[in-house]
């Protein structure tokens, strides 16, 4: 008797969405707690949670979004118990091994953001390698964040800034930006984090000063198609101001006497071509 086949399941499409942000940054937070609920060690969730990173870039790229970023590792999670180091160095570099050629074929360009240093020279060598075959790939960005913390990216801009010499009078947002591991990539739109924690976690800390947010209590395993479908909705019904208004919230200038504000020359650009 022939076993009938399970059909996969069919992908709904992607919402008509009023905005899409163009780059979508996510701390994936809960993969231990996952695993705990099912009694099992949490390497277990952290193997889980990687093989969910497929299915997000993939509804993330059905949206038309430009930049992914993921952050997989901190430079905090050092103190996480040795095993527990070990397990999630060798799960990127089945993620590389397993994913690389599938992001190539999908034109998905891979950027590491962190310092690679402190990792086995073979799996630096997995990282470049994967970098370099996909680096002529435009159909999207997607950025690991591994071993990376946000003051320490800053902290390293500011002493590139030193070493270089630039007068203080030249020391500006911009001078900053481009000495960040993010340099060529734009402020993340929306930051999204998993597993109920509402903070950032040293994550982003620069470039995330106007994102907007998104929390949610599903754990990282677990964050399917339907709660992607979620956080860009409720991106796509935000009113993103920058520090400013929109026209429909200005008080009309006969009512107070004076327009709002300076002049838009006058106001700072921020790194990613909004002022303030």
Request: charged share 25%; net charge positive; hydrophobic share 35%.
């Amino acid at each position: 008797m022939r076993t009938a086949t399970r059909a996969k399941p069919e992908v709904p499409p992607p919402l008509a969405l009023a905005a899409i942000p163009a780059h979508v940054a996510i701390i994936m937070d809960g993969n231990g707690r996952w695993a705990k609920q099912r009694g099992r060690p949490r390497l277990f969730g952290h193997r889980a949670g990687t093989e969910n990173v497929r299915r997000v870039i993939e509804r993330f790229g059905d949206y038309g979004v430009k930049y992914l970023t993921l952050f997989a590792f901190s430079t905090e999670n050092w103190d996480r118990p040795r095993y527990e180091v070990r397990g999630l160095m060798s799960l990127l570099s089945r993620f590389l091994k397993r994913e690389t050629q599938h992001l190539h074929e999908n034109r998905i360009r891979l950027r590491h953001l962190g310092d690679l240093n402190p990792l086995s020279p073979r799996l630096q060598q997995e990282v470049r390698d994967a970098i370099e075959l996909t680096c002529n790939n435009r159909r999207m960005t997607l950025s690991i964040a591994f071993n990376y913390g946000g003051r320490a990216e800053i902290v390293e801009a500011v002493r590139r800034i030193v070493d270089e010499g630039v007068p203080a009078n030249e020391i500006d947002e911009q001078a900053i930006s481009s000495r960040l591991l993010t340099d060529g990539l734009p402020d993340p739109d929306l930051i999204i984090r998993t597993a109920g924690e509402m903070r950032l976690s040293n994550f982003l800390l620069w470039q995330g000063a106007y994102a907007e947010f998104c929390f949610t209590p599903v754990y990282w395993p677990d964050f399917d198609i339907k709660h992607i479908d979620e956080a860009l909705l409720t991106f796509s019904r935000r009113t993103r101001r920058f520090g400013g208004l929109p026209p429909h919230e200005v008080d009309a200038s006969a009512a107070n006497g004076h327009t709002n504000g300076r002049h838009s020359a006058e106001r700072p650009a921020l790194s990613n071509g909004h002022r303030a």
